[in-house]
Nanobody
Framework: QVQLAESGGGLVQAGGSLRLSCAAS????????IAWFRQTPGREREFVAR????????DYADSVKGRFTIARDNAKNTLYLRMNSLVPEDTDVYYC???????????????WGQGTQVTVSS
């Protein structure tokens, strides 16, 4: 079992940047593929980015590719999402998730943080 806690969300103007962090505790962090998702009320959680257990493989949703960067520091048990060139459409609650294999589907992840709000103003 692993516990996840997101931080770093906030209010930013369009064009700005934020870095989200996801601190993990419990089972060895490197045992898990980690992903970022975001969710608007009334919609399913949307894949944002994912990273393999050792960080060698990453993938991004088309909507954020080139703007967001996912990284992990297994020694610090921390996952990051660097978000640049933010646009209002990025406004959402962002969640980190851990699972046994790399996936872009929420159902494939076993552990979730409680989310952090990102709001991008025009």
């Amino acid at each position: 079992q692993v516990q996840l806690a997101e931080s770093g969300g906030g209010l930013v103007q369009a064009g700005g940047s934020l870095r989200l962090s996801c601190a993990a505790s419990g089972r060895t962090f490197s045992n898990y593929a980690i992903a970022w998702f975001r969710q608007t009320p009334g919609r399913e959680r949307e894949f944002v980015a994912r990273i393999s257990k050792l960080g060698g493989n990453t993938d991004y949703a088309d909507s954020v590719k080139g703007r967001f960067t996912i990284a992990r520091d297994n020694a610090k048990n921390t996952l990051y999402l660097r978000m640049n060139s933010l646009v209002p459409e990025d406004t959402d609650v962002y969640y980190c998730a851990a699972g046994g294999f790399l996936s872009s589907w929420p159902a494939h992840y076993d552990y979730w943080g409680q989310g952090t709000q990102v709001t991008v103003s025009s």
